[in-house]
């Protein structure tokens, strides 16, 4: 039975990665769409990262849309010195054939949801949660149309990557991770405390080369860019892949384990405004909003991953 999804995205070598995971898992998702959010880069530049990474998988049947250009509230903050200029720095991608659909990303959100049977359509979510939340604000009763969401974003012990206190999903728009999580809507996290155990060793980095096809090359050549920034922050024997988590917990829950807990995130403090306060010991009577990932096993994370981008071209 395949599962259908919108996955919402700020590519981000991660977010490619992700992305051309679901893309080549096609008997197990059905992507109805894919929406750019301002984040790791611009909109535009993400929606044009989106466009080159759809082209590159060969999957011309997929729309790609932009979202929102900014966060609900704060000003954006971007990661290009992670990313690079681009967002997707390391390797030239084939230029994109297809353009950018017309319509406005949050309200394709909305239309799609409002067009499909209740609770057959899951939110995969790479960056801020800024469109998901909008679409929320302008269609409250999509809330209860949304199968689940799963997203990456947030961190408990793992502590935060763009401050202290926050993962920087969350912290680029916090307002908008608060709407999600007060909406009632079953959610999947896939926080700093998985994604830090998902590591892209030089082997594993290796074994995506050597599938030998234009994908794993350019996958190898995505994180073998983006993983400068964290190798020389953690000194870990491999950078975090991120996103993956998302579309890899969908295709094999079974690789992940966690914990069904309540997170409310901090929107006021300037010391830790985006930190996503997961009561991981149930010490609160608050509700348990989140099914919270606090660790996986990567070996097989990287089989699955190599397994399928061997699918594309
Ligand atoms: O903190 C990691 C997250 O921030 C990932 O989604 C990465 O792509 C960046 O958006
Ligand atoms: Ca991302």
Known sequence: MTRKIIIDTDP???????????????????????VAVAGNVTLAQN???????????????????????????????????????TGLDGP???????QLESQH?????????????????TLCTLGPLTNIAMALVKAPAIAGRIK????????????????????FNIYVDPDAADVVLRAGIPVVMAPLDVTHMMRSTRERLDKIRAIGNRSGQAVYEMLSFSER??????????????????????????????????VVIE????????????????????????HFLRSG????????????LARLP
């Open 105 to 121: 990303g949050v309200d394709f959100i909305i239309e799609t949801l409002l067009a499909h049977e209740p609770g057959t359509i």
């Open 148 to 167: 689940e969401i799963v997203m990456m974003g947030g961190a408990y012990f793992e502590v935060g990557n763009i401050t202290p206190a926050a993962e």
């Open 47 to 85: 929606a044009r990262n989106a466009l080159k990474i759809v082209e590159l998988s060969g999957r011309s049947d997929i729309k790609v849309y932009a979202g929102c250009e900014r966060p609900m509230r704060r000003t954006l903050v971007t990661a290009e010195h992670v990313h690079g200029e």
């Open 12 to 34: 981000g070598q991660d977010d490619a990665v992700a992305i051309l995971l679901a893309l080549a898992s096609p008997e197990d998702l059905d992507i109805l769409g894919i």
């Open 267 to 290: 929107t006021a403090s300037e010391l830790t405004i985006g930190m996503t306060v997961a009561d991981y010991w149930h010490v609160t009577d608050r509700p348990h909003n989140v």
């Open 297 to 308: 096993d990567a070996d097989a994370f990287y089989a699955l991953l190599t397994e399928r």
């Open 92 to 98: 030239v991608l084939p230029l994109p054939k297809q």
């Open 229 to 262: 920034f964290d190798l020389y922050k953690y000194g870990m024997d491999g950078a975090p892949l991120h996103d993956p988590c998302v579309i890899a917990y969908l295709l094999k829950p079974e690789l992940f384990q966690g914990r069904h807990i309540n």
